[in-house]
């Protein structure tokens, strides 16, 4: 037996695939599809803040330089003025690494439902339903690849 994939709720192998604790042996699907649901708009208001907070520190940093340099204030109080804006400008650098870490796996998490469907012994049946764009893709390859080797190899003519 070939494990294609394994983790805590999914695996899948070459004898069958099994589901939070349901099995299915691979011999009784006959047709397996995927679908793409709804949209999370959750996810996609979340990417939108990771943006704003990624652009925050640059837009309040220039904003400063402006009032620093357009107010009418002493020497002494324009050039507090803008070290501010320039510290508030810095700080966006170590905070950019992690907020675009954090984007890049909003991406990886997907903003869609993702199903994988299968006609099981006669009737159609739910496999797996996930929001995990990088998951759902492991699952699926190793649903294909589990397929494959199942089918037997017909000699060419």
């Not at 979340?46 to 943006?51: D, K, P, S, Y």
């Not at 006609?119 to 494959?148: K, S």
């Amino acid at each position: 037996m070939i494990t294609y994939y394994d983790d805590r709720t999914v695996r899948v192998t070459s004898e069958a695939i099994r589901v939070q604790g349901r099995s299915y042996p691979l011999r009784g699907l006959a047709r397996v599809w995927h679908q793409r649901g709804r949209r999370s708009w959750r996810a996609l208001a979340g990417r939108g803040a990771l943006g704003a907070a990624l652009i925050g520190p640059v837009v309040a940093a220039v904003i400063g330089l402006v009032i620093a340099l357009g107010i009418d204030a002493s020497l002494t109080v324009t050039i507090t003025l803008v070290g501010i804006a320039c510290l508030i400008g810095l700080a966006a650098g170590p905070i950019a690494d992690l907020l675009l870490e954090r984007l890049d796996r909003s991406y990886a998490r997907g903003a869609h439902d993702l199903e994988i469907w299968a006609d099981f012994q006669g009737r159609t049946v739910l496999l797996l339903h996930t929001r995990d764009a990088l998951r759902f893709g492991q699952i699926y390859r190793a649903l294909q690849r589990a397929l494959e080797s199942t089918q037997p190899v017909r000699p060419r003519p």
